[in-house]
């Protein structure tokens, strides 16, 4: 017997050896084709960029396959209007400060759908009836084809309407709204992503109609807008901001001179610190924070919010394997060529493997 076994041994080694290298062959063209797709996609666990003093401290970051690097792009000139008839070569597509060839442009024209997140806390008991008649005034802004729905909230979110095109139904429903509780910002927030944009297709969008003060939720504000960003839903905050006040001037001291303003009053730093996060996070998600006295009338402003909805661009570039190599994190930033303006991002992205970890930039 044990010469026979001694005879087919090499035999069965071989079958195993072939067996074993096929399949290593496999997978690693299963692995090559698989990067070759050109698919973006967000990342549920994202590896953390190394934290330095120019760090945001709540960034943004996502994955995409590296083959060809989409993204939506939102312009807006010095007074923050929006700016339409753009081309290619308006634009400027920057990685670590080297401009990349634009591949492909388009303007993106598609119908939106709009969940307006009403505030009813108490804090904003005198100024409520304002408020219902901004988002009404809003949603009159929007054309046929389009949709929006209604969430209230205080100390918890209240989904009041459903996709509609009807603004009658809107009225009617905002019409008996009254205050009841303290303020679930975030938390309300995050429920509206959560539940409200099922099956919903195409531009998704909160208009946010507050006075910004949260005192009651769970959730941070980072985290809602991270889930935001993660389900491309671009987030525009009204935020009531008093009378007579230059909150713009205020935050930029918050910013540049905080002990002048800590020896005023930390509630009011503490304030303009939550206003500038806000900010911060909303550009990064492709919105923009308006501010009003007392819901004044903004119609002018709501105009031009749809139609930067509307008509969003989309660039896409294709990054050199040099760039990619020895970096941890590249820097994504979109500018206007010759023109003066700001250029809001949402997408990036990683140098590992088949995905890079993008910041974006302004």
């Known amino acids: 017997m044990f010469p026979i076994v001694q005879k087919r041994l090499p035999l069965f080694t071989f079958l195993f050896l072939f067996g074993l290298s096929s399949l290593l062959y496999l997978q690693n063209v299963c692995g090559q084709a698989s990067r070759s797709t050109v698919e973006a996609k967000v990342s549920s666990n994202p590896i953390p960029a190394k934290q330095d003093s120019t760090t945001p401290k709540d960034e943004i970051l996502q994955r995409v396959s590296v083959d060809t690097v989409s993204f939506l792009v939102t312009a807006r000139g010095p007074e923050e209007d929006y700016i339409s008839k753009l081309n290619a070569n308006d634009f400027v597509i920057l990685e670590d400060g080297e401009e990349q060839t634009i591949q492909s442009f388009a303007q993106d024209t598609v119908p939106v759908n709009t969940v307006f997140l009403v505030d009813a806390s108490y804090s904003v008991d005198e100024l409520l009836p304002k408020i219902k008649d901004a988002a009404v005034a809003f949603a009159e802004q929007l054309s046929p084809e389009d949709r929006f729905s209604a969430v209230i909230f205080a100390h918890k979110p209240i989904k ?203």
């Open 160 to 362: 009041v309407l459903g996709w509609t095109n009807d603004l009658s139904s809107m009225q009617k429903i905002l019409k008996s709204v009254k205050t009841f509780g303290k303020t679930a910002l975030y938390d309300s927030m995050e429920f509206t992503i959560d539940n409200m944009f099922e099956k919903v297709e195409g531009k998704k969008a909160i208009i946010l109609l507050t006075d910004g003060v949260d005192n009651s939720s769970k959730s941070s504000l980072a985290a809602v807008m991270r889930l935001a960003s993660e389900r491309q839903i671009t987030v525009y905050p009204i935020l009531n901001v008093g009378s007579a006040l230059n909150i713009q001037h205020y935050r930029e001291i918050a910013k540049n001179d905080r002990e002048r303003l800590k020896k005023v009053s930390k509630f009011f730093l503490s304030y303009l610190d939550n206003q500038n996060e806000f900010s911060d996070l909303v550009a990064r998600n492709g919105g923009r924070m308006i501010y009003s006295e007392g819901y004044k009338d903004l119609k002018p402003i709501y105009a031009n919010v749809v139609e930067e909805l509307k008509n969003q661009y989309v660039l896409s570039y294709v990054p050199q394997l040099k760039q990619r190599a020895g970096k941890d994190v590249k820097e994504l930033t979109v500018k206007l060529r010759q023109r003066p303006g700001i250029v809001s991002v949402r997408l990036g992205y990683f140098p590992e493997s088949d995905e890079v970890l993008v910041r974006l930039g302004y």
